[in-house]
């Protein structure tokens, strides 16, 4: 009789190290993410980071790995964007004193330079990370309309190697009060 056998799923609570199927579908599939993970590994940050197009993350984690809070908190200032549009604006500018003379080139070299500082300034990453002072231990994953509640952090270990118990909730009334859960939390740190 092995551990897992102790264990008995009920309809929306898996266990063993299959956890990560059900967070990873949440974390790329939500437009609005609100997640609480006391451990989050480069891993996971990168996975964030890749599908955080088009997104708002709040992230809460209190012993977030150094090299995974740099990988989360990249796009969080508008600094980059500012950069990408300077560069592109830059070199259009350049372009088009070069070649003047030819308006067909100049028209088409300023429309896609526009066209891609809106790009850089509407389409940025938005991930908003809060490290506590306060070990805050909880782990909750929360989408547009489900949740996921249990004892995975967010670290491939936690998804992939480790035996964890999640419960998903659908239930829109106890999916929205995880959010006011998590909004209270956020605000009080």
């Given at each position: 009789m092995g551990l897992l056998s102790l264990f008995k799923e009920r309809p929306?609570?898996?266990?063993?190290?299959?956890?990560?199927?059900?967070?990873d579908r949440l974390l790329r599939e939500s437009r609005d993410l609100l997640i609480v993970s006391p451990?989050?590994?480069?891993?996971?940050?990168?996975?964030?980071?890749?599908?955080?197009?088009?997104?708002?993350?709040?992230i809460i984690s209190s012993s977030i790995a150094s090299t995974a809070a740099k990988k989360l908190r990249r796009d969080d200032s508008l600094g980059g964007s500012f950069t990408a549009a300077f560069i592109t604006v830059s070199v259009n500018w350049l372009l088009f004193v070069l070649n003047a003379s030819n308006p067909l080139f100049t028209f088409?070299?300023?429309t896609i330079g526009m066209a891609l500082v809106f790009?850089?300034?509407?389409?940025?990453?938005?991930?908003?990370?809060?490290?506590?002072?306060?070990?805050?231990?909880?782990k909750m994953y929360v989408?547009?309309?489900?949740?996921?509640?249990?004892?995975?952090?967010?670290?491939?270990?936690?998804?992939?190697?480790?035996?964890e118990s999640i419960r998903q909730v659908v239930d829109p009334?106890?999916?929205?009060?995880?959010?006011?859960?998590?909004?209270?939390?956020w605000n009080s740190l």
């Open positions: 929306g609570s898996y266990y063993g190290k299959r956890a990560y199927k059900y967070v451990y989050i590994d480069d891993y996971y940050a990168s996975y964030l980071a890749r599908h955080s197009r088009g997104k708002k993350i709040y088409s070299s300023v790009l850089s300034l509407t389409h940025r990453n938005s991930i908003f990370l809060k490290i506590p002072q306060e070990f805050v231990h909880a989408g547009d309309s489900e949740a996921i509640e249990g004892s995975a952090n967010l670290t491939y270990a936690g998804m992939h190697k480790n035996i009334k106890a999916v929205d009060a995880l959010k006011r859960q998590f909004w209270t939390l």
